[in-house]
């Protein structure tokens, strides 16, 4: 009889192993605590307005690609896919205000005309950050399920050791001079939770993925790839199950033998736990958990955030689809998130209006505004807090795009560390996982397979390769090949 796998939760690192698992004969049944799919890639449908709940950079589109292709389908078979243009724009104050377009050319253009020599050197950078792509994106990613610290060492990567051993700030600041090109070449690397200056520069290869392969938008948002992944993974016999807590991992012998789900025991074989993986060891009788609170304490987290999901009764001016808000020193801002943690002096913003492209995300005449401040995690929330930044949001944001907005503002839902921790049981709160520091990649990240539990495995953004959803797509494909390297064997 084949074997069957429970996997907890339904973020994409679970929905892609379930859909691997189910391809090699598994019986697959995925368990989400929550009503809707998808993890911190839910929806809110409310009053005409569509908003994505989390992600809504669709960047890396060969990973979703080659997902869909390692099922002999096309991305294009689910959803379809707009390359946007601008890819966003940043405000730096009301009259500094770049457009970051849709080819490497006409980003070299705007470059030089900012830092006259600038284009040369951006090409020669890009260059560099499409090597490290090919190396790392392309090829070591899906084979570095974290084990050994062999895996990491390759001819490409012996050849690339410089690039561990300085970060992204150093090597962008030798080459560009200018302050806002420097702040807008060390924003991709924000994606992978760290600061800049704590950033391998290997992971340049995010400002390819940036600059050289561009911004993508789903035609109903990002949600499109969630229900995708969903509708191919029940083609191939995955059963997904709502409003199913897994309270507890029942064990016999250090082996499991099932979850405690709303109060009923269902057996199976193997468990894959998405679930943020600190609350999922807690759900082990102790002597089974493989982490101290010690450890997680010296973990270096990816910030959470403060969100609002904002509804106007207008079309905005002088706004795109993606805007970064960089009206200040993002250097005091990543200082309150890491170094001495506490509610931001004067925050960086990104604010996200999909109806600027995409129309019927909002009411006709209407914007969809998605406001975030990263901050760091654990940080107590509070309405008062929460109102507090809505107000300097909705005042900077009025300021940069010289008009009124408050008094069109007809729906509002706001987010925060609290209702990480309610809806996702993630650990302090954090939004994004687990921060791809040197000391935090690869096999020095949290274990992909337990080592107590020999049929127990983890994936997504705390384990390997880390935060953002193509690596969490990643993450499925390699707990995967784990699990059937060890349960076949
Ligand atoms: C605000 C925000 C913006 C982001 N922006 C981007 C972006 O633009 N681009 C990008 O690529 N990435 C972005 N990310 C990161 C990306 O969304 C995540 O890295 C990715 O979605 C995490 O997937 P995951 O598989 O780790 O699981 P999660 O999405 O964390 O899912 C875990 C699931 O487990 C469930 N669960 C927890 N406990 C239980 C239990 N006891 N029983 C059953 N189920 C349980 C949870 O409810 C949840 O559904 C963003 C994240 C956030 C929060």
Not at 63 to 67: A, L, S
Not at 317 to 335: G, M, R, S
């Given at each position: 009889?084949?074997?069957?796998?429970?996997?907890?939760?339904?973020?994409?690192?679970?929905?892609?192993?379930?859909?691997?698992?189910?391809?090699?004969?598994?019986?697959?049944?995925?368990?989400?605590?929550?009503?809707?799919f998808g993890g911190r890639a839910r929806q809110i449908k409310e009053n005409g307005f569509t908003f994505d709940m989390g992600p809504s950079w669709y960047w890396m589109p060969d990973?979703?690609?080659?997902?869909f292709k390692d099922f002999n389908k096309k991305t294009s078979d689910y959803y379809k896919l707009t390359k946007l243009n601008p890819a966003y724009s940043v405000y730096f104050d009301e009259n500094n205000t770049i457009p970051i377009e849709d080819s490497l050319e006409k980003i070299c253009n705007r470059f030089e005309k900012i830092e006259p020599g600038s284009s040369i050197k951006l090409k020669k950078f890009v260059l560099n950050a499409?090597?490290?792509?090919?190396?790392?994106?392309?090829?070591?990613?899906?084979?570095?399920?974290?084990?050994?610290?062999?895996?990491?060492?390759?001819?490409?990567?012996?050849?690339?050791?410089?690039?561990?051993?300085?970060?992204?700030?150093?090597?962008?600041?030798?080459?560009?001079?200018?302050?806002?090109?420097?702040?807008?070449?060390?924003?991709?690397?924000?994606?992978?939770g760290?600061?800049?200056?704590?950033?391998?520069?290997?992971?340049?290869f995010m400002n390819y993925a940036d600059f050289g392969l561009g911004t993508f938008q789903p035609k109903n948002g990002f949600?499109?790839?969630?229900?995708?992944?969903?509708?191919?993974?029940?083609s191939l016999g995955v059963s997904y199950?709502?409003?199913?807590?897994v309270k507890k991992i029942i064990t016999n012998n250090n082996k499991l033998v099932g979850l405690e789900i709303n109060d009923n025991f269902i057996g199976c074989d193997i468990v894959i736990s998405g679930a943020d993986y600190n609350f999922t060891e807690k759900l082990l009788p102790k002597n089974l958990r493989q982490y101290s609170k010690k450890y997680w304490d010296k973990r270096i987290l990816a910030p959470s955030a403060l969100l609002f999901y904002v509804g106007f009764n207008k079309?905005?001016?002088?706004?795109?689809?993606?805007?970064?808000?960089?009206?200040?020193?993002?250097?005091?801002?990543?200082?309150e998130i890491y170094d001495n943690p506490k509610w931001p002096t004067n925050p960086l913003s990104y604010a996200s209006f999909t109806s600027k492209t995409h129309k019927h995300t909002a009411p006709k005449g209407c914007e969809n505004g998605f406001f975030l401040i990263p901050i760091a995690p654990n940080l107590k929330d509070n309405q008062q807090i929460r109102d507090k930044y809505f107000d300097v949001l909705i005042n900077k944001l009025e300021k940069i795009t010289k008009q009124d907005l408050r008094d069109n503002?007809?729906?509002?839902?706001?987010?925060?560390?609290?209702?990480?921790?309610n809806d996702y049981n993630s650990y302090k709160g954090n939004a994004y996982g687990l921060a791809n520091t040197l000391l935090q990649t690869a096999f020095l990240r949290p274990k992909l397979r337990s080592k107590k539990v020999s049929n127990l495995y983890f994936c997504g953004q705390l384990t390997v390769p880390g935060p953002g959803v193509p690596p969490a797509i990643v993450s499925g494909k390699l707990v995967s090949d784990l699990v059937i390297k060890y349960e076949e064997n």
């Open positions: 009889m084949n074997k069957s796998i429970s996997i907890i939760g339904s973020g994409f690192s679970s929905l892609s192993a379930a859909c691997y698992l189910a391809k090699q004969g598994y019986k697959v049944s995925v368990y989400e605590k929550n009503n809707d990973v979703f690609d080659r997902f499409r090597e490290n792509y090919k190396v790392a994106v392309l090829d070591l990613l899906y084979k570095m399920p974290g084990e050994s610290p062999l895996e990491l060492i390759t001819i490409d990567t012996i050849k690339k050791v410089k690039y561990f051993l300085t970060n992204i700030r150093k090597e962008v600041r030798k080459d560009f001079k200018n302050p806002m090109l420097r702040a807008i070449l060390e924003f991709p690397v924000l994606f992978l760290a600061k800049p200056s704590d950033t391998p520069a290997f992971y340049n949600y499109d790839v969630v229900q995708a992944m969903i509708s191919l993974g029940k199950e709502n409003n199913s807590d079309k905005l001016d002088n706004i795109e689809h993606h805007n970064l808000i960089f009206d200040t020193d993002f250097d005091q801002h990543a200082i503002i007809i729906y509002r839902k706001s987010y925060c560390v609290s209702d990480f921790i």
